[in-house]
C-alpha cells in the first residue's frame, strides 16, 4: 500500500464529501438552520471555500488513518468498497457522531440539523473510506 496514492484519494473522497455534504446538508436540512438563526453565522463564498478545503483537508487525515492502521483487516482485494465502508462507519462512530452529538446536547440547534449533521458526516465518511480502500487495493 503506498502512502501517497492513499493519501490523494483521501483527498479525492474529501472533496467528493464536498458535493454529497452541498447535497445533504445544503439541500435537504438547510431550512432546519433557519428555525435557530441566532446560532448561525452569516454565509459566503469565504465560509464555502474554508470548509471546503477542510473537508479536503480531512479527507487526507482519514488517509493518513486508515494507512497507518493499515484499514480494516481481513478480505480479499475485491472486498475494498466492505472495507472502505467498514472503515467510514467506524471512524463515524469513533470521531464524528460523538461530536455531532455533544454539541446537539450543548448548542441550541434544531434536530433536523443534527440529523443533517450526523447523515452528511456519515456519507462522507464512507466517501472517503471507499476512495482509501480503492487506493490500497
Same mark, same amino acid.
Given at each position: 500500500? *503506498?502512502? #501517497?496514492? =492513499?493519501?490523494? #484519494?483521501? #483527498?479525492? $473522497?474529501?472533496? !467528493? @464529501?464536498?458535493? @454529497? @455534504?452541498?447535497?445533504?446538508?445544503? %439541500?435537504?436540512?438547510?431550512?432546519?438552520?433557519?428555525? %435557530?438563526?441566532? %446560532?448561525?453565522?452569516?454565509?459566503?463564498? %469565504?465560509?464555502? /471555500?474554508?470548509?471546503?478545503?477542510?473537508?479536503?483537508?480531512?479527507?487526507?487525515?482519514?488517509?493518513?488513518?486508515?494507512?497507518?492502521? $493499515?484499514?480494516?483487516?481481513?478480505?480479499?482485494?475485491? !472486498?475494498? =468498497? !466492505?472495507?472502505?465502508?467498514?472503515? $467510514? @462507519?467506524? +471512524?463515524?462512530? /469513533?470521531? #464524528?457522531?460523538?461530536i455531532h452529538l455533544m454539541n446537539a446536547?450543548?448548542?441550541?440547534?434544531?434536530?433536523? +440539523?443534527?440529523?443533517?449533521?450526523?447523515?452528511? *458526516?456519515? =456519507?462522507?465518511?464512507?466517501?472517503?473510506?471507499? /476512495?482509501? !480502500?480503492?487506493? /490500497?487495493?
Amino acid at each position: 500500500m *503506498s502512502l #501517497a496514492r =492513499v493519501l490523494v #484519494a483521501g #483527498a479525492v $473522497g474529501g472533496f !467528493a @464529501s464536498v458535493f @454529497s @455534504s452541498w447535497l445533504v446538508t445544503g %439541500t435537504v436540512f438547510h431550512r432546519y438552520q433557519r428555525l %435557530t438563526p441566532e %446560532t448561525w453565522r452569516p454565509e459566503g463564498p %469565504t465560509q464555502y /471555500a474554508l470548509s471546503s478545503l477542510l473537508l479536503v483537508l480531512a479527507g487526507v487525515a482519514v488517509g493518513l488513518l486508515f494507512y497507518l492502521t $493499515g484499514g480494516p483487516l481481513g478480505g480479499d482485494a475485491h !472486498a475494498w =468498497v !466492505a472495507r472502505g465502508l467498514l472503515f $467510514g @462507519s467506524v +471512524v463515524w462512530l /469513533a470521531a #464524528a457522531c460523538p461530536i455531532h452529538l455533544m454539541n446537539a446536547i450543548y448548542v441550541r440547534l434544531h434536530r433536523g +440539523v443534527t440529523i443533517g449533521l450526523l447523515l452528511d *458526516s456519515l =456519507v462522507g465518511l464512507l466517501l472517503i473510506g471507499v /476512495a482509501c !480502500a480503492w487506493a /490500497a487495493r
